[in-house]
């Protein structure tokens, strides 16, 4: 019987797994709205990985991606077994994936420079046939967000009054000239757009990379932080500037043996601009997640995020104006 027929004798016609038709369950993680993603287990022994809609803008885009995305990019990705029928409700509707394995998330020094390379490789892919893919991710522009810190003056000196720190209008003016120069010199990529520690893993001394479904077009910069400085509550890491500055490296020399040459010093420049805008707008979210009773994270996790990003906000500012 074909897989994506079986498909749909494990799921419910609400969306949900059909206890009728599955052996075993095993919940991985909770999405946003909520719902849990599953590994499964069927009677034949086979295991499988159902994933409902989590993020509600996002519906529809994991299909896309497996249609027109997975099969340009030479990477280790899990493949789409079936889905719900197109135009189901959102809060009913599905993908079942293969399962790879027991995934490991430990992003040591070595998966991060190898997750380097591979993303040198997927900035360089042509996105002509993509064009339609949108030039926002799940978080607001770096624009927006610079925006937002800069309208919200009062709470955003504040912030940075807690942590010992101070811009002047000097400082401000620079950043956001970096952030301007950096969005008109860079090219618009295919970006992951939510490449944090948790959809990076090993699988059998393989490294897979998952959840493409925040896919769209914007500049390195993007990708190259969640990669080195976006925090997250389940995945702690300790990130040096020495680290920063060799994963930088090993990008921008891949991208060179692609055919793409960028200025080392202008992308450092504008990478810890980009990244001290985005830190100190993660700073401001982490506050409100801590201040909000229904937050789906433990105020412990959110505390060791909030002090992860912290010091990647100091290690940027120490790059920017003091060196």
């Not at 506050?287 to 002090?307: F, G, K, V, Y």
Request: aromatic letters at 10%; hydrophobic letters at 40%; a negative charge.
């Amino acid at each position: 019987m074909n897989k994506d027929i079986q498909a749909h004798e494990w799921v419910t016609p609400e969306g949900v797994l059909n206890e009728a038709n599955i052996v075993d369950r095993e919940p991985l993680y909770q999405g946003m709205n909520g719902r849990y993603v599953e590994r499964f287990t069927v009677h034949t022994g086979e295991s499988y990985i159902f994933k409902p809609l989590t993020h509600d803008t996002q519906y529809g885009r994991e299909q896309w991606v497996a249609q027109h995305i997975f099969p340009e990019l030479a990477l280790l990705v899990p493949q789409l077994i079936a889905s719900s029928a197109a135009g189901t409700a959102l809060e009913q509707s599905w993908l079942i994936y293969e399962d790879l394995g027991q995934l490991s998330h430990d992003l040591s020094e070595n998966t991060m420079l190898l997750v380097a390379v591979m993303m040198a490789y997927w900035h360089t892919l042509s996105t002509t046939a993509w064009t339609d893919l949108p030039r926002v991710g799940q978080k607001p522009s770096i624009r927006d967000m610079l925006r937002d810190l800069v309208d919200h003056q009062q709470e955003t000196e504040t912030l940075l009054s807690s942590l010992g720190l101070r811009l002047s209008s000097a400082n401000w003016d620079d950043l956001t000239l970096q952030i301007r120069i950096a969005e008109s010199r860079l090219p618009l990529v295919l970006c992951h757009g939510d490449l944090h520690p948790g959809n990076i893993a090993e699988v059998q001394g393989r490294l897979v990379i998952i959840d493409w479904e925040h896919v769209h077009l914007n500049t390195p910069l993007w990708d190259m932080y969640h990669l080195v400085d976006l925090s997250h509550p389940l995945f702690t890491r300790t990130v040096t500037p020495q680290l920063r500055e060799l994963v930088m490296t090993v990008y921008l020399d891949h991208l060179q043996e692609c055919g793409v040459e960028i200025d080392p010093d202008s992308f450092a420049t504008w990478y810890h601009a980009y990244a001290f805008v985005f830190s100190l707008w993660m700073l401001r979210l982490i506050d409100r997640d801590l201040n909000n009773a229904d937050c789906i994270w433990p105020e412990e996790q959110l505390r060791a995020q909030w002090q992860e990003t912290a010091a990647t906000l100091r290690q940027c500012m120490n790059r920017l104006f003091t060196e």
